[in-house]
């Protein structure tokens, strides 16, 4: 499956975006799709996964409750709606699919997402 990030840009602080991933050559629905990101000097974080075939969304501890991960199977893409911003959530954001067999307890591992966008920019300004 290929992936396509897109719909970062700069936004002011309490600002809204949403980020895109659009697959391709494969459905979707049958894999495990997560959202990392990595700021300059930073390790790559968790931020979120939607777990395949309607299963359950997680949410890293920084941005639960700011965060919406969910999916449009009739486009198949996975959106990631991000509110109230922080500049603390600049980084450059990823999605990426599992296999679709990623056990709970690892679904926080980037090194288990076979699959991976290019990234796209988030930049959020004091």
């Known amino acids: 499956v290929q992936l396509q990030a897109s719909g970062g840009g700069l936004v002011q602080a309490g600002g809204s975006l949403t980020l895109s991933c659009a697959a391709s050559g494969r459905t979707l629905s049958r894999y495990g799709v997560g959202w990392f990101r990595q700021a300059p000097g930073k390790e790559r974080e968790f931020v979120s996964v939607s777990r395949k075939s309607g299963g359950t969304t997680i949410y890293g501890d920084s941005v639960k409750g700011r965060f919406t991960m969910y999916r449009d199977n009739t486009k198949n893409t996975v959106y990631l709606l991000m509110n109230s911003l922080k500049p603390e959530d600049t980084a450059v954001y990823y999605c990426?699919?599992?296999?679709?067999?990623?056990?709970?307890?690892?679904?926080?591992?980037?090194?288990?997402?076979?699959?991976w966008g290019q990234g796209t920019q988030v930049t959020v300004s004091s």
């Open positions: 990426a699919a599992d296999s679709g067999g990623t056990i709970l307890s690892e679904v926080r591992n980037a090194a288990r997402y076979h699959y």
